[in-house]
T-cell receptor, first 115, second 111 residues
């Protein structure tokens, strides 16, 4: 069974640009969550989608947005990039976020560098 | 103050030692407690999961939750060099929904 796939793995952008990251969840998983990981703040929740609807949102500005498609694949977008957006962006999938196992399956992440 | 506090280390111990990793938290609504392990250049993977208070054992790993003290622990017995990784505690109010992570503790097991 294929794991969570994130593309691209690495990318470099300049301030003011926008970026779109893609995530393909494990087959059959309907919940997709996005997390930002930085050395200073650690892993922080961005948002979660289930059946194409955003169910939860973290404390990030509106420049961070996402969506989920009917096949459960998800994208996140960051507009007007700032230096502080440099981070590893992790996508995670689960059968359903209210599953009691608490298990998220993470991808290897997309490492974004903003210059 | 962060909702979940975890000493980032680094922590270095000899092979075979017992390792103790800890987190404290402030939100009494947390009911789900997890430990994830993250190897370099990889995404985190679930190691242990506990609902509410109590202990849970899985092989060399034991997770403890003390809700009265808002304190969780992970013990690793007979530690191996392959256990070298960053260990992240995580908590949530509802299952896998909106996890709140600790900073992560970088652990090195020396042969």
């Amino acid at each position: 069974k294929a794991g969570v796939t994130q593309t691209p793995r690495y990318l470099i952008k300049t301030r003011g640009q926008q970026v779109t990251l893609s995530c393909s969840p494990i087959s059959g998983h309907r919940s997709v969550s996005w997390y930002q990981q930085t050395p200073g703040q650690g892993l922080q929740f961005l948002f979660e989608y289930f059946s194409e609807t955003q169910r939860n949102k973290g404390n990030f500005p509106g420049r961070f947005s996402g969506r989920q498609f009917s096949n459960s694949r998800s994208e996140m977008n960051v507009s007007t990039l700032e230096l502080g957006d440099s981070a590893l962006y992790l996508c995670a999938s689960s059968l359903d976020s209210v599953s009691e196992t608490g298990e998220l399956f993470f991808g290897e992440g997309s490492r974004l560098t903003v210059l | 103050q962060k909702e979940v506090e975890q000493d980032p280390g680094p922590l270095s111990v000899p092979e075979g030692a017992i390792v103790s990793l800890n987190c404290t938290y402030s939100n009494s609504a947390f009911q789900y407690f997890m430990w994830y392990r993250q190897y370099s250049r990889k995404g985190p993977e679930l190691l242990m999961y506990t609902y509410s208070s109590g202990n849970k054992e899985d092989g060399r790993f034991t997770a403890q939750v003390d809700k009265s003290s808002k304190y969780i622990s992970l013990f690793i017995r007979d530690s191996q060099p392959s256990d070298s990784a960053t260990y992240l505690c995580a908590m949530s109010v509802g299952g896998a929904q909106k996890l709140v992570f600790g900073q992560g503790t970088r652990l090195t097991i020396n042969p």
